[in-house]
């Protein structure tokens, strides 16, 4: 069978419905998305999780009101997708991704905004952008590897635009981690980072951000994640402890 259905998550069931990306609900990162996604901050989001026939989590989409994205955007008066992925591979190709970004695009209609708009990517942890051109969107900007995606419904609100996240990296001496507690992966990350940062003697300063005008004035593409050596964005995503000891290598080599 091919049947799937679509529900909401909300800050009074977001610690049992879970958050699809990561399912181990005793994981740091897992106790931490839930406590971001409950703060006051963060009004008008909402996560919509796939479920297959056996109610499986396979899918999902995570979206907010573009004022408070956690990316660095301006995107006022659109709704801005975080993140959209069909985690099982034999789940993709049945318009589970259309169904998800229609949910959204019902959203923005209710709430009048002037469209939804998404970062895509052909790098890892973004959605690239053929689901989001298939659905009637646009490239609106670029910067880097990255591509913003937009869907207008009027034209009440200027076009998004990326914020440029390169014009504060020089500010960043030695060895930098920014990230936040959006994505459930991050805390695991920093927490192998700080410890391998620990046992090759480097000092690695890590800042969280808490905030979205913080994460829109961040250092990296990503927005929530970012890794830093003097001046320099080495990584914009989630990274291993393997990644960064090689990195550690190519960067002091001996």
Same mark, same amino acid.
């Given at each position: 069978?091919?049947?799937?259905?679509?529900?909401?998550?909300?800050?009074?069931?977001?610690?049992?419905?879970?958050?699809?990306?990561?399912?181990?609900?005793?994981?740091?990162?897992?106790?931490?998305?839930?406590?971001?996604?409950?703060?006051?901050?963060?009004?008008?989001?909402?996560?919509?999780?796939?479920?297959?026939?056996?109610?499986?989590?396979?899918?999902?989409?995570?979206?907010?009101?573009? =004022?408070?994205?956690? *990316?660095?955007? $301006?995107? %006022?008066?659109? &709704?801005?997708?975080? /993140?959209? +992925?069909?985690? =099982?591979?034999?789940? *993709?190709?049945? $318009?589970? %991704?259309?169904? &998800?970004?229609?949910? /959204?695009? +019902?959203?923005?209609?209710?709430?009048?905004?002037?469209?939804?708009? %998404?970062?895509?990517?052909?790098?890892?942890?973004? +959605?690239?952008?053929?689901?989001?051109?298939?659905?009637?969107?646009?490239?609106?900007?670029?910067?880097?590897?990255?591509?913003?995606?937009?869907?207008?419904?009027?034209?009440?609100?200027?076009?998004?635009?990326?914020?440029?996240?390169?014009?504060?990296?020089?500010?960043?001496?030695?060895?930098?981690?920014?990230?936040?507690?959006?994505?459930?992966?991050?805390?695991?990350?920093?927490?192998?980072?700080?410890?391998?940062?620990?046992?090759?003697?480097?000092?690695?300063?890590?800042?969280?951000?808490?905030?979205?005008?913080?994460?829109?004035?961040?250092?990296?593409?990503?927005?929530?994640?970012?890794?830093?050596?003097?001046?320099?964005?080495?990584?914009?995503?989630?990274?291993?402890?393997?990644?960064?000891?090689?990195?550690?290598?190519?960067?002091?080599?001996?």
């Amino acid at each position: 069978m091919n049947s799937f259905t679509i529900i909401g998550v909300t800050a009074e069931n977001v610690a049992e419905a879970g958050i699809c990306c990561n399912k181990d609900k005793k994981s740091p990162g897992f106790k931490a998305k839930v406590e971001w996604f409950k703060l006051k901050i963060n009004q008008g989001l909402n996560i919509k999780l796939v479920l297959d026939e056996r109610g499986k989590q396979i899918g999902f989409t995570e979206y907010i009101p573009g =004022e408070m994205a956690w *990316r660095p955007v $301006n995107a %006022a008066g659109y &709704l801005f997708i975080h /993140c959209i +992925a069909i985690l =099982e591979k034999d789940s *993709r190709n049945k $318009n589970i %991704a259309t169904r &998800l970004l229609q949910e /959204c695009e +019902a959203d923005a209609k209710l709430n009048h905004k002037s469209g939804i708009c %998404a970062m895509c990517s052909d790098g890892v942890w973004m +959605a690239n952008k053929t689901v989001f051109e298939k659905n009637g969107f646009e490239v609106a900007d670029k910067l880097g590897r990255f591509e913003l995606m937009v869907k207008k419904f009027d034209d009440k609100n200027p076009v998004p635009q990326f914020i440029d996240w390169t014009k504060n990296q020089a500010n960043y001496k030695g060895w930098n981690l920014v990230y936040s507690d959006q994505c459930p992966w991050h805390e695991k990350s920093v927490a192998d980072l700080q410890l391998t940062a620990k046992n090759h003697g480097i000092e690695l300063h890590v800042a969280k951000l808490t905030t979205p005008e913080e994460a829109q004035q961040a250092p990296s593409g990503f927005g929530t994640f970012g890794l830093i050596y003097n001046g320099k964005l080495l990584e914009d995503h989630y990274l291993s402890k393997t990644r960064f000891e090689n990195i550690l290598k190519q960067q002091n080599p001996k």
